[in-house]
């Protein structure tokens, strides 16, 4: 019968392990079911460039395909720069009937999302994953967020004086909405 002293080492080692559990006060699941679109913002709560700048400085934590890390963002918060980015995006396109934004409910900060490689299939995913990123660390914050596809992005380009076409743009902000999950029944039955 042989000795199997390797194994009976790391099964010493196994059982005395310790288990470290940090926790912040806010789970993931908190913070997912948090972040929903929101259409209406609180106009008498000011977000700072520096609220801004947190919320852009979770992509130095995220993943980048094949490590190209293309993405770059324009922080937009005074009132004359917010008017020129509200005039280049359509709010609720999907919802024609609501005419959004609402008078006094309009987004006054902005995250303008841009490519150094242009856009392609790699740079979607990349954004993908930094607006939701951006979005989590906003509800962090305790703020909202709208992610705004529909964006005229030559109007937006040299409105701003741009260095690169913006893709997409996020709105950041203190909703005013009521955000709740409805529980839908799964396909398989």
Same mark, same amino acid.
């Given at each position: 019968?042989?000795?199997? $002293?390797?194994?009976?080492?790391?099964? !010493?080692?196994? /059982?005395?392990?310790?288990?470290? *559990?940090?926790?912040?006060?806010?789970?993931?699941? +908190?913070? &997912?079911?948090?972040?929903?679109?929101?259409?209406? $913002?609180?106009?008498?709560?000011?977000?700072?460039?520096?609220?801004? %700048?947190?919320?852009?400085?979770?992509?130095?934590?995220?993943? /980048?395909?094949?490590?190209?890390?293309?993405? %770059? $963002?324009?922080?937009?918060?005074? +009132?004359?720069? +917010?008017?020129? *980015? &509200?005039?280049?995006?359509?709010?609720?396109?999907?919802?024609?009937?609501?005419?959004?934004?609402?008078?006094?409910?309009?987004?006054?900060? $902005?995250?303008?999302?841009? +490519?150094?490689?242009?856009?392609?299939?790699?740079?979607?995913?990349?954004?993908?994953? /930094? &607006?939701?990123?951006?979005?989590?660390?906003?509800?962090?914050?305790?703020?909202? *967020?709208?992610?705004?596809?529909?964006?005229?992005?030559? %109007? &937006?380009? !040299?409105?701003?004086?741009?260095?690169?076409?913006?893709?997409?743009?996020?709105?950041?902000?203190?909703?005013?909405?009521?955000?709740?999950?409805?529980?839908?029944? /799964?396909?398989?039955?």
């Amino acid at each position: 019968m042989a000795d199997n $002293f390797l194994e009976r080492k790391f099964e !010493e080692l196994e /059982s005395k392990k310790k288990i470290i *559990v940090r926790r912040t006060g806010i789970s993931l699941d +908190s913070l &997912l079911k948090e972040n929903r679109s929101c259409r209406g $913002f609180d106009n008498d709560v000011t977000i700072t460039q520096d609220q801004l %700048r947190r919320i852009i400085g979770t992509n130095m934590f995220i993943a /980048s395909g094949m490590n190209r890390q293309v993405l %770059r $963002f324009r922080p937009v918060t005074k +009132s004359e720069d +917010s008017d020129k *980015v &509200l005039e280049a995006i359509k709010i609720g396109g999907a919802l024609p009937d609501l005419h959004l934004p609402q008078k006094g409910t309009e987004p006054k900060a $902005f995250i303008i999302i841009m +490519s150094t490689d242009g856009e392609d299939r790699m740079t979607d995913i990349d954004m993908g994953i /930094s &607006l939701q990123t951006m979005g989590l660390k906003a509800v962090e914050m305790g703020l909202n *967020v709208l992610i705004i596809g529909s964006v005229d992005r030559k %109007r &937006l380009k !040299e409105e701003l004086n741009l260095p690169l076409e913006p893709l997409m743009v996020m709105a950041v902000g203190k909703g005013i909405e009521k955000i709740t999950s409805v529980q839908r029944k /799964s396909l398989n039955g």
